[in-house]
Nanobody
Framework: QVQLKESGGGSVQPGGSLRLSCTAS????????MGWFRQAPGKEREGVAV???????????NYADSVKGRFTISQDFTKNTMTLQMNSLKPEDTAIYFC?????????????????????WGQGIQVTVSP
């Protein structure tokens, strides 16, 4: 049974940093597409960043334009964990953040996917950026 669990959310002032983690159980992170999505109140869930890694292909990382240069997605295979390092946070980054997984590689450069593309989800974690 595939389970994903987010951790590391919380409240921070504008300009601050947070590091989100997504720990997977029942599956490893190699050769699949892992992603972070977020959903602010009254808005649709949107893709933030995705990553695919494996031993036989160049890895893929894609970011939403709104977070490029501020957020970094990565994986730690020893811990079976995906992380999202969020720097220079802005109030508009406030949302519930979800990790998600597809049992194949991310499509390619620039692709973030839609929520419907991802069959596996964590329960979400709150990130609040306010003065």
């Amino acid at each position: 049974q595939v389970q994903l669990k987010e951790s590391g959310g919380g409240s921070v002032q504008p300009g601050g940093s947070l590091r989100l983690s997504c720990t997977a159980s029942g599956v490893n992170l190699i050769n699949n597409c892992m992603g972070w999505f977020r959903q602010a109140p009254g808005k649709e869930r949107e893709g933030v960043a995705v990553i695919s890694t494996g031993p036989d292909r160049p890895y893929i990382t894609n970011y939403a334009d709104s977070v490029k240069g501020r957020f970094t997605i990565s994986q730690d295979f020893t811990k079976n964990t995906m992380t999202l390092q969020m720097n220079s946070l802005k109030p508009e980054d406030t949302a519930i953040y979800f990790c998600a997984r597809i049992d194949r590689w991310c499509v390619g450069s620039g692709w973030l996917g839609r929520p419907a593309d991802f069959p596996y989800w964590g329960q979400g974690i709150q990130v609040t950026v306010s003065p």
